[in-house]
Each structure stands twice: as C-alpha cells, then as structure tokens.
C-alpha cells in the first residue's frame, strides 16, 4: 500500500507473533512521518514494535535520520545522458528533479541545511552533473554554483508550497479561518491546482535564473568545492 500523499510505500503492521521488521521498514515509516517530524516513538509505533526495540536498531533519532537520507541519495536526481542537449536543457531537467524530490519527501527543504555535506552527496551539481557540462567548457565550481542556487530555490518554493497546502487545506471554521490563493487572477478552489500554480511560479523563478546564466556565459560565477 502507498501513502497517496507522498508516494511512500506504507509500513505494514503484522499481527500474531511478535513484529519483525528491516531497517527498511523503519525508513519508509519514517519518511511517511515527515523527515523533519518523526519521532522514534511515533516510527516504533507505525512499525508495531517497541521504542526500546527500535533503538536496538537505530541508536539515535540521528542515525535513523541518516539512514533516511541515504534512503534518499538513491532517488536523487541526475543528469539526463542524452549528449545533444544543451546545458540550459540538464540543468533545466535537473530542476524538475530537485522538485520531484522535494515534493516526494515531505519535510526535506527543512532539514537539508542542518545536515553538513548533504548538498556534496545529494546534488550533481557536483560531480555527476560536472560529467555532463564538463564537455561543454564548464568548471565544477561553475557547476556547483549552478546546482545549489536551483536548489536553493527549490527549496524555497517547496517550503511556500507547504505552508500554502497548510494554510489551504485548515477547516473553514477554524482560527484563523483557511486562505485562499489566486492564479493568473482566478481563485484556486483546490489542492491540485494549488500545487500546480505554484509549480508554474517556482519554474518561472528557475528560468529567470538560466536566464542570467545565459547573459553571462560562459563566465558564469564559481562557488567553491568543499571536500
């Protein structure tokens, strides 16, 4: 079964003899939680188990946050391998990945800064994606500079779209009463063109910013790599 929200496989309580689970069991309950909301209690009890038996897989919250990312890096976005497009079409493909990405693990655009190194590990914009503009006379600073200011914007947009879902979807008698949102001067009467409308407003962002790396390539600015 799949969390129709987030697109997370469901943790499947077993019944009878003591729950056995994997670690992969304990991830996906974690994810559906939120990776910036789980608690080990609230993932022991999605698993049927109990916390104690939890924390003889998992020590801390923080070791079951790592695995959860790594969970994470095997779903991260990569470059497209078709060598007749242009480096305005990867990064632009790129884009649309981080925004699947974030979507799809709810909570993500909260906690990927308090993580050191996670941008190195998750983001081609490193080195996967440098293999793919490399041939096209861009540096991997460049490169890097590229990737994280998308993700930065995705980022951005994603938390807006959280806060607007949250806003959006409170009951109408509720203190403050919900919002309503307008697109193109029309009101939004629901949660799929809400998220559509905010889709279409983070990739206008995105392209303003090829935009500018347009205007300057290919001396496009550098951000140094760490590591």
């Known amino acids: 079964?799949?969390?129709?929200?987030?697109?997370?496989?469901?943790?499947?309580?077993?019944?009878?003899?003591?729950?056995?689970?994997?670690?992969?069991?304990?991830?996906?309950?974690?994810?559906?939680?939120?990776?910036?909301?789980?608690?080990?209690?609230?993932?022991?009890?999605?698993?049927?188990?109990?916390?104690?038996?939890?924390?003889?897989?998992?020590?801390?919250?923080?070791?079951?946050?790592?695995?959860?990312?790594?969970?994470?890096?095997?779903?991260?976005p990569v470059a497209p391998a078709d060598p007749s497009l242009s480096w305005r079409e990867i990064l632009g493909h790129t884009a649309e990945q981080y925004w699947r990405l974030f979507s799809l693990y709810p909570g993500l655009d909260r906690v990927i800064n308090s993580y050191p190194g996670l941008l190195r590990e998750v983001w081609p914009g490193n080195e996967y994606l440098h293999q793919r503009l490399a041939p096209l006379g861009y540096s991997l600073p460049q490169v890097t500079f590229a990737a994280v200011h998308i993700a930065a914007l995705t980022t951005a947009a994603t938390a807006r779209l959280r806060r607007r879902t949250t806003e959006f979807t409170r009951p109408a008698d509720a203190a403050p009463p919900p919002r309503s949102f307008r697109a193109s001067g029309t009101e939004i009467t629901d949660l799929e063109e809400l998220t559509e409308a905010s889709h279409r407003q983070w990739r206008r962002c995105i392209d303003l910013f090829l935009d500018r790396l347009d205007a300057l390539d290919p001396d496009w600015p550098e951000q140094p790599v760490v590591g």
């Open 1 to 76: 079964m799949t969390d129709s929200h987030s697109g997370i496989p469901e943790t499947r309580r077993r019944v009878g003899r003591p729950p056995k689970y994997s670690a992969e069991d304990a991830v996906l309950a974690a994810l559906r939680l939120g990776i910036a909301d789980f608690t080990m209690s609230d993932v022991a009890r999605a698993l049927g188990v109990t916390t104690p038996a939890l924390y003889r897989r998992f020590p801390g919250r923080a070791d079951l946050t790592d695995a959860c990312f790594r969970h994470i890096l095997a779903d991260a």
